[in-house]
């Protein structure tokens, strides 16, 4: 299992920086197949990932790593919550392989 601390998160398709406090991406195996974990703490614009989750649609997000990696994937919206306004979480996820540069 690996876990990268991410500083930047954009959507792939407008550009959008992605605004939050904290964010982890964990690769880890399921089953034999890789799975990619992302979650986003302290997201202002969660409104924006609740409609993708209620649509069923997939988000396309490129990120950079804290060490400079980067990476592209195509992620359904897991979770979405919003528990207080200071603690927006957003969990993507997606058994696709994600290539880091």
Do not use: C, W
Not at 14 to 29: A, K, M, P, R, T
Not at 30 to 49: A, I, R, S, W
Not at 62 to 77: I, R, S, Y
């Amino acid at each position: 299992m690996a876990v990268h601390e991410l500083k930047d998160v954009q959507m792939t398709r407008s550009g959008e920086s992605v605004d939050f406090v904290h964010g982890y991406l964990v690769e880890s195996e399921l089953e034999g197949k890789k799975l990619f974990d992302m979650t986003l703490k302290n997201v202002v614009q969660y409104e924006m990932f609740r409609t993708s989750q209620m649509d069923e649609e997939r988000v396309q997000v490129t990120f950079t790593t804290l060490d400079d990696q980067t990476g592209k994937a195509e992620m359904e919206v897991r979770t979405v919550n919003k528990q207080d306004p200071d603690d927006n979480i957003v969990e993507l996820v997606t058994m696709d392989n994600i290539e880091f540069h």
